[in-house]
């Protein structure tokens, strides 16, 4: 049987990885900036990760949410130790699409509303709804069209007050990253966020941050919302959650009221994920992940911006993206196969950083100096001697 082949691929196989280093099947290594898609929070086969899950796997890794899981709970409490949200209510899911689709319904069913408003180059996932929050009309089938979600430019607070004036009675709920990933690494302004939650309060909407790919720590705080000093009604979690292990859920506020069926899945919340789970957030917690994130990230941004031929480099702690000029477009491509470098991407010319949250100061030092040296060479005209020859 053939794979569906929707994956554009690198021509890499990887079959070992450690921290923030994977090796490919002929052993060449590989310095890791882009996490698995900002997946990776603790580091690749982190030792402690990997003990929680064999000695879970070992007593009992599924049984179906019919029974007590007290592994939820003890999930649930360390989550809410660690976010400072002790006062929310955890729903566990499987994937970042799967949380917005709950986190969206939710919304609908407390405020008995349909609108949501989402925002230009928003990702909020391949599922139905979440999709359809999705800014990209290339990927939504007929199907998941709606008239239910409105797009309104990133950003812009004239534009979001004008739309809840006129259409405020109608919102369910507001979806937001407070750092687009996808997008391309657009950081949200606090007074922006601050709007939205004003708006949504006014307007008896939810206000649901995205926090699939900038939660976690990777901003440098849990969440990147917590920047602009305001809660969401939801927070939605997936990527850095289980370190690989597939993982994700929602934070719902307290008045969020709970009725029985109203949401469901099978696998979700599995006692093997919350083994996964509890291991990234006793890492992050023992190692101070977070904090890490924000000085690492401070001073990845700092010696990025002193580096000449590339743009407008920008993101908060370890989500960090910057713009890659028309001459060196080639540039991920010349880093991951010259210099053996992931990274990520973003359309049409953006470089991701999402590595590890505990990525050492000397790999950032050998992600910078490689860089520098990968431009360099990009740009350097063929050599004189070569020119010399040309014309012998
Ligand atoms: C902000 C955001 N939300 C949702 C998703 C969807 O997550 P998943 O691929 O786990 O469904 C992504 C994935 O990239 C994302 O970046």
């Not at 929070?41 to 890794?61: C, L, Y």
């Not at 649901?208 to 990147?224: L, M, N, P, T």
């Not at 743009?311 to 196969?337: A, Q, S, T």
Request: glycine share 8%; net charge negative.
């Amino acid at each position: 049987m053939k794979l569906f082949d929707v994956y554009p691929l690198n021509d890499i196989t990887i079959t070992k990885a450690s921290g923030s280093y994977v090796w490919d099947e002929n052993g060449v290594q590989y310095l890791d900036l882009y996490g698995g898609h900002a997946v990776i929070s603790i580091g690749h086969t982190h030792p402690h990760w990997v003990q929680r899950i064999e000695e879970q796997i070992q007593k009992i890794s599924f049984y179906s949410n019919s029974v007590h899981i007290p592994l939820q709970k003890e999930l649930a409490d360390k989550l809410g130790k660690l976010s400072g949200k002790e006062d929310y209510q955890l729903f566990l899911v499987n994937s970042g699409a799967e949380a917005n689709e709950n986190a969206l319904k939710l919304a609908s069913f407390h405020t008995n509303k349909k609108k949501i408003v989402a925002f230009n180059k928003a990702f909020h996932g391949r599922t139905s709804l979440a999709l359809a929050a999705t800014d990209n009309a290339t990927i939504i089938a007929p199907v998941n069209e709606t008239a239910n979600i409105d797009f309104l430019p990133f950003n812009d607070e004239a534009a979001l007050k004008e739309y809840f004036q006129n259409n405020g009675h109608t919102v369910a709920a507001v979806i937001v990253e407070a750092i687009q990933g996808v997008g391309g690494i657009n950081v949200a302004t606090e007074s922006f966020l601050k709007l939205v939650r004003i708006l949504c309060d006014e307007h008896n909407a939810l206000f649901i941050a995205d926090e699939v790919q900038c939660g976690y720590g990777r901003s440098g705080k849990f969440f990147a919302l917590d920047y602009a000093g305001v809660n969401a009604d939801i927070y939605t979690m997936a990527k850095g959650m289980g370190n690989g292990f597939p993982i994700g859920g929602i934070l719902i506020a307290p008045y969020i009221k709970a009725k029985h069926g109203m949401l469901g899945t099978t696998f979700g919340g599995n006692h093997l994920a919350c083994a996964a789970a509890l291991a990234v957030l006793e890492i992050i917690e023992r190692d101070n992940l977070i904090e890490m994130s924000k000085q690492r990230g401070m001073y990845l941004i700092n010696k990025l911006k002193s580096i000449d031929g590339i743009d407008k480099v920008r993101g908060k702690g370890l989500m960090i993206g910057f713009n890659v000029p028309e001459d060196i477009k080639d540039l991920r491509k010349k880093l991951l196969n010259d210099y053996f470098i992931f990274t990520g991407e973003a359309k049409p010319n953006i470089i991701r950083l999402l590595p590890a949250l505990n990525i050492t100061r000397k790999q950032v030092d050998e992600f910078l100096d490689t860089l520098a040296e990968a431009i360099e060479e990009m740009k350097t005209p063929v050599s004189k001697g070569v020119e010399e020859n040309v014309f012998q």
